[in-house]
């Protein structure tokens, strides 16, 4: 034997062998796995094998066999290593697509994790992927998002950039949604609108696939018969990848991946890898498309559950107004006739009575008590009244004469002119009539007494975006703003029970309405009211 | 003599009627309730009715509407301790429309204004 081949010997120095590096310090005393990991592949134990069968040693071909089938199985089971190192790093990688998609109902964070999973470096490592999602309702297979770079210059960037960064697949997925997630929609908006493909086009070749729920590797894509030119063309390449999403036998969508940059091959492999991550994929996003329609859903709910709850307080406090006006009406009637009686009968024994009898002093007392209560009882009916307004469309014009033929005795009697102008063709407005009719009269009635000499009551119409606009100029009572103010207040200074409560009772109705009601007044011109009724029912509050 | 009809629950408030409404030349015949009312409208005719709208358990408003379909001669003058019913519908078939008051002025003056226009209608008629 050589002296300078090692193989016999048990314990040997560093650089005895030139086939053990420095960190193979182990190896230098361990013959036997020396033997087993070095010598089969060296040249001088080689040289040595064939000495000995150059000499004759019958035990020569019997090594030199088993070293052959030693070599052929150390090969295979290094090969089956690595494809055991490459399944786990999948495991591993699905394990953490796994984890990030389940903890997700939001579709679009679902579809960036999916898609950067796909070009990611350490996922699939495809240069483009596009993701289409079924739309039953409009019955087409339709482009929903891309990712991936537009040419070499962009790849380089971001391929770079993405090394550099050595983020994990959540963190990179967050990134994309955050930063990229709009500007690649945007980037490739034109290429998402042609991929939108009817669910109908059975011949179409993404149709195919999404029909035979399998996977297809489409190869020479510009010849291919299954394949329209125009996809071919819009793709660009002549090799792509399309992955239907399906979950429980669910048509959810498809992905179409390539390598439009780097035109690696995509292999049998990276396919059944895909397959296997399209599962989850499109579990999570129908699982994330149902809980946005959940959402839509509970929102709807929420808001019917708020509504009703609106109109059960609304009820309620219908209830208790109508339980209000009940016992207001039932005091009124049993108030209202004594009163009368008690009045009348005075008025009656004033009128028979001498002018002389020394108890008319008292019979004018009850007469003018009577009278102010009279008063208090009609302001407290008006307000119970207006607690429940009860709108309808009516005419402007008969709401105005109805109040003028009601005012226009007493106003003409007391010398007042009274013109009215009607606006043109005038829409009908939505009004509770009869707490209308009695605002006007209200605002007529307390014109009467004006101090000014001009006793004209001008009354216009017109008719203004969804409103018609109610004016009335009173230039006989000549009163400054802050009285006018005061007469719009209820219980103010100005306004005790029985005397003036009319103007802030009409400004409570009308408020009630949401009908917007303006009172200017000039100490030299009068007083001017604007009342602006709504033309529409939704303008009501 | 222009006959008046009255039709009041109350007894007082008829009593304040037929004195006042005496005083104004009219002659008043009273009833208290619907049947009532309806039973004297049987037997004689009258130029006007005054009927108050709560009667009771009764509603004034069904009693005007029977006056207005059989005795569509006879104008109907509504008095009521509710100033609410002037502006409503129902109350629209009446003629004239008061709100109780010791100060029976207006009721006098509506009573002369309806009549008026009856007769005004009847010269129309003749003619």
Known sequence: ?541 | MIRLLVVDDEANIRLLYTEELKDEGYEVVTAASSAEAVEKLQGSTFDLAVLDIKLKNESGIELLQKLVKERHNMPVVLCSAFSCYKDDFSAWLADGYVVKSGDLTELKHEIARVLAKKAQKGKAGEK
């Open chain 1, 1 to 541: 034997m050589d002296q300078e081949c090692c193989w016999n010997r048990d314990v040997i120095e560093q650089g005895d062998c030139p086939n053990v590096d420095e960190n193979e310090e182990d190896l230098l005393v361990s013959k036997r796995q020396r033997n087993l990991e070095k010598c089969c592949e060296c040249p001088r134990f080689l040289n040595e094998l064939q000495r000995l069968y150059d000499e004759g040693n019958p035990l020569a071909p019997v090594l030199a066999g088993f070293l052959v089938e030693y070599r052929r199985q150390k090969t295979q089971i290094q090969s089956l290593v690595s494809f055991l190192d490459n399944k786990t790093l999948e495991i591993r990688f699905l394990h953490e697509l796994g984890y990030v998609l389940q903890s997700s109902v939001d579709l679009d964070e679902v579809l960036s994790v999916a898609l950067t999973a796909i070009t990611a470096g350490k996922g699939f490592g495809m240069n483009r992927a596009f993701l289409l999602l079924c739309d039953r309702d409009e019955g087409v297979l339709k482009g929903y998002l891309g990712l991936g770079p537009r040419n070499m210059e962009e790849a380089s960037r971001v391929w770079n950039e993405i090394l550099q960064s050595d983020m994990d697949l959540q963190t990179l997925a967050q990134n994309f949604r955050l930063n990229k997630l709009s500007s690649e929609r945007a980037k490739f908006h034109d290429v998402l609108e042609l991929l939108t493909v009817p669910l109908s086009n059975k011949d179409h070749i993404v149709i195919k696939a999404l029909d035979g729920k399998r996977p297809i590797m489409v190869e020479n894509a510009f010849q291919h018969p299954d394949v329209p030119p125009e996809l071919a063309n819009l793709l660009g390449v002549d090799t792509f990848l399309l992955m239907p999403l399906i979950s429980r036998n669910r048509q959810v969508g498809m992905i179409v991946a390539d390598n439009c940059i780097t035109h690696r091959a995509i292999t049998e492999e990276d396919m059944h890898s895909l397959e296997t991550f399209g599962f989850p994929v499109a579990f999570a996003i129908e699982r994330a498309s149902l809980y946005d329609k959940l959402q839509v859903e509970l929102n709807r709910v929420t808001e019917a559950g708020k509504k009703l709850k609106e109109q059960q307080e609304l009820i309620v406090r219908m209830e208790n107004m109508a339980l209000v006006g009940r016992i207001t009406s039932s005091i009124a009637h049993s108030v209202r006739n004594p009163l009368m009686i008690i009045g009348g009968f005075a008025r009656s024994m004033l009128k028979s009575s001498p002018a002389s009898d020394p108890k008319r002093t008292f019979m004018e007392s009850i007469v003018a008590e009577t009278r102010h209560l009279e008063g208090v009882l009609d302001e407290i009916l008006n307000y119970s009244d207006s607690l429940y307004p009860t709108r309808d469309f009516w005419d402007v014009n008969q709401l105005v004469e109805t109040a003028l033929r009601d005012s226009a005795d007493m106003l003409t009697s007391l010398g007042y002119a009274i013109r009215y102008m009607p606006g043109h063709a005038l829409p009908p407005v939505y009004i509770d009539f009869k707490q209308l009719s009695y605002c006007l009269r209200t605002v007529l009635q307390n014109d009467i007494n004006g101090n000014g000499t001009d006793r004209t009551i001008a009354i216009h119409s017109r008719s203004d975006e969804n409103c018609v606009i109610l004016r009335i100029e009173d230039r006989s009572r000549l009163i400054s703003q802050e009285e006018l103010d005061r007469l719009l207040v209820p219980f103010s200074e100005t306004s005790d029970l029985g005397a003036g409560l009319g103007l802030a009772l009409c400004k409570t109705m009308l408020q009630k309405q949401g009908i917007p009601f303006d009172a200017q007044s000039d100490l030299n011109d009068g007083i001017r009211y604007n009342i602006t009724l709504p033309t529409l029912k939704e303008e009501q509050p």
